[in-house]
């Protein structure tokens, strides 16, 4: 009896529709991920490990370190001294090639609450781990609510979906 070498019909099928399923599975992650409200979530997550990051760098370094956010996107400042010996926040893009800074993509913008008018950072992390209460509150075109970022004076950041973005 001669044994012919290569596969079945039904081995080449069986392994077509195992890469078939696959495939499907990743693109449908892939288009929920880059929805509109995959990527306000990406951003999201963005904020939460720069603010993460931040409240890290003030236990190491025992000095405080603070976050302006605005409309457009946030942005990590440090205390620097003056030339009349008092201090000032400095912003600081990137540290350690990390960089400490993100914008909010899209028509989606927060609303921060406390918010300021000047260029002063609103939200405050002390060596201790403390951090200044804030919310963030995400809207779409339509002005209904989809995602809240709320903070209660330390981590974890409490992330809430409140409606699928479209």
């Known amino acids: 009896m001669v044994h012919e070498k290569g596969?079945?019909?039904?081995?080449?099928?069986?392994?077509?529709?195992?890469?078939?399923?696959?495939?499907?599975?990743?693109?449908?992650?892939?288009?929920?991920?880059?929805?509109?409200?995959?990527?306000?979530?990406?951003?999201?997550?963005?904020?939460?490990?720069?603010?993460?990051?931040?409240?890290?760098?003030?236990?190491?370094?025992?000095r405080a370190a603070a976050l302006l956010l605005s409309e457009e996107g946030w942005l990590l400042h440090l205390p620097e001294k003056n030339a009349r010996g008092g201090w000032r926040w400095k912003a600081v893009p990137e540290h350690d090639s990390l960089a400490l800074h993100g914008e909010w993509e899209g028509p989606v913008r927060p609303e921060l609450t406390p918010s300021t008018k000047d260029a002063t950072p609103q939200i405050v992390i002390l060596p201790d781990g403390q951090i200044t209460p804030f919310s963030l509150l995400f809207r779409d075109v339509n002005g209904e609510k989809i995602l809240r970022v709320q903070c209660f004076g330390s981590l974890p950041l409490d992330i809430t979906q409140l409606k699928e973005a479209e």
Do not use: N, P
């Not at 195992?18 to 409200?37: E, F, K, P």
């Not at 720069?50 to 890290?56: L, M």
């Open 7 to 62: 596969f079945t019909l039904l081995e080449v099928m069986l392994v077509m529709v195992i890469l078939a399923t696959a495939a499907l599975g990743v693109t449908a992650m892939q288009s929920d991920r880059l929805s509109s409200a995959g990527k306000l979530r990406q951003h999201v997550d963005t904020f939460r490990q720069t603010v993460e990051y931040a409240t890290d760098l003030t236990l190491l370094e025992k």
